[in-house]
């Protein structure tokens, strides 16, 4: 995985417990107070951040529920493996390019 990817997995996993009790989903506030404490400066820098971790929230939500539903999902990576990973961050480029694309 590029190096530029491993700070995008590491800051999803420290900030995913943060949820909002009302959504589920890890709050606008986490992300900003993790930008904060580690330099992550300019709007742009920021809203990439926020992008990747939102988007893999939806992954992580996604296979959460899909646990809870009887058959499971196809929504598991484990964190050693390399091509189950490269695979779900190809999965969550293609949606991100799929919502800019229909966004224009």
């Known amino acids: ?15 995913h417990a943060d949820r909002s009790m009302e ?7 986490a992300i900003d107070r993790y930008a904060d404490r580690y330099g992550i400066q300019g ?5 990439r951040l926020r992008a990747f971790i939102e988007a893999m929230d939806g992954e992580y939500i996604r296979y959460r529920n899909s646990k809870n539903t009887e058959g499971g999902g196809d929504y598991s990576v484990d964190f050693d493996d390399v091509q189950g990973i490269k695979t779900m961050l190809k999965r969550l480029g293609d949606a991100a390019v799929a919502r800019k694309d229909g966004a224009e």
């Open 1 to 15: 995985m590029p190096e530029y990817l491993g700070f995008f997995w590491r800051s999803f996993w420290a900030v």
């Open 23 to 29: 959504t589920g989903r890890i709050s606008f506030l």
């Open 43 to 47: 709007t742009d820098n920021f809203d």
